[in-house]
């Protein structure tokens, strides 16, 4: 029997007018579709509402923050023996599937297998989340580089100051300890902080404050995953960042009047068929420090 493929999808950050033409014909294709929890079951979900009908079998290997039922071992040789099978094989990750996603490293086992192996990039979280909130990850004259992390890692020796953007993935159990860190560096405590959970879900929401703030504006209004942590000076290019923390004179005129799909509580219609509010559900006097 002919082996079959297995091709890593980005299923983006969890809205289906975001997944890639490419990314859909490979699920169209599909016989099994191996996805995560995060963005991947909410893009199935919709493109099932849009009555997409997919005639894959899903098998779901979705984690939780402490919680893996299936290892990441087992999902390596469940990608290998569908393959084996001769079966074509999307494993569907949330955002893209080498941005802190363990792409890579199932690429490499099941290339240890004979199993080709096909990778559709998506569209990492680390960058259209903040934009939905409108932060931009650079901007001219106020950051010209970012870097993207894990909370996980070693923050103590991301570089720059207020200047170099930071993305936190994953960071809301450790905010705390992170906040303090990267305080006492460079950035300061005034450094702005956004905090975008849910980017594109039902229950997004936006939380403005600085590192010497964050943690508690957090425990406060009982922030929880999946969220998106934004740490810079790009912060205050949010229509979000109160008075206090406006960048006003970094500001086009272009740039200072907002746009009427993006104010808040505007509602913003796509190409794809999809209407939702990208702040309605705001409440810009919780959101300052």
């Known amino acids: 029997m002919t082996n079959g493929t297995v091709t890593l999808v980005g299923a983006g950050p969890g809205d289906a007018g975001l997944l890639t033409i490419r990314g859909l014909r490979a699920l169209e294709r599909a016989d099994v579709i191996v ?3 995060l963005g991947a ?27 893996h039922p299936v290892p990441q071992n087992e999902i390596n040789a469940l ?7 001769g079966r074509e094989v999307v494993r569907l990750k949330g ?24 990778v559709v990039p998506g569209i990492t979280s680390a960058i259209s989340v903040p934009a939905v909130a409108g932060i931009p990850l650079t901007h001219r004259g106020v950051a010209t580089a970012f870097t993207v ?13 207020s200047d170099h953007t930071v993305v936190l993935l994953m960071g809301i159990g450790t905010l705390a300890h992170t906040a303090g860190v ?10 702005p902080v956004a905090i975008v959970e849910d980017g594109y879900g039902s229950g997004e929401r936006v939380t403005i404050g600085t590192l010497g703030t964050i943690a508690a504006l957090a425990a406060v209004r009982q922030v929880r ?27 086009t005129r272009e740039t200072a009047t907002p746009r009427r799909d993006s104010a808040p509580g505007a509602q913003s219609r796509r190409g794809d068929g999809v209407s939702r509010s990208y702040f309605a559900r705001t409440d810009r006097k919780t959101l300052q420090p």
Not at 79 to 85: D, I, N, Q, S, T
Not at 149 to 161: F, K, N, R
């Open 95 to 118: 955002g893209d599937p080498f941005v802190l996603g363990r792409g890579r490293e199932e690429a490499l086992y099941c290339e240890a297998e004979g199993i080709a192996v096909r």
């Open 225 to 251: 995953n999946p969220a998106v942590v934004v740490v810079g000076d790009v912060v205050r290019l949010s229509p979000h960042a109160g008075p206090s923390l406006t960048l006003a004179h970094t500001l």
């Open 41 to 67: 079951r909410a893009v199935l979900d919709q493109l099932a509402a849009e009555g997409v009908v997919l005639g894959a079998e899903v098998i779901d290997v979705g984690k939780t923050p402490g919680h």
């Open 79 to 85: 990608l290998v023996r569908h393959a084996r099978a």
């Open 149 to 161: 992390a894990s909370a996980h890692d070693p923050i103590e020796q991301l570089p720059g100051g």
């Open 35 to 37: 996805a995560d929890r």
């Open 182 to 191: 990267l305080s006492r560096g460079d950035r300061g405590a005034d450094c």
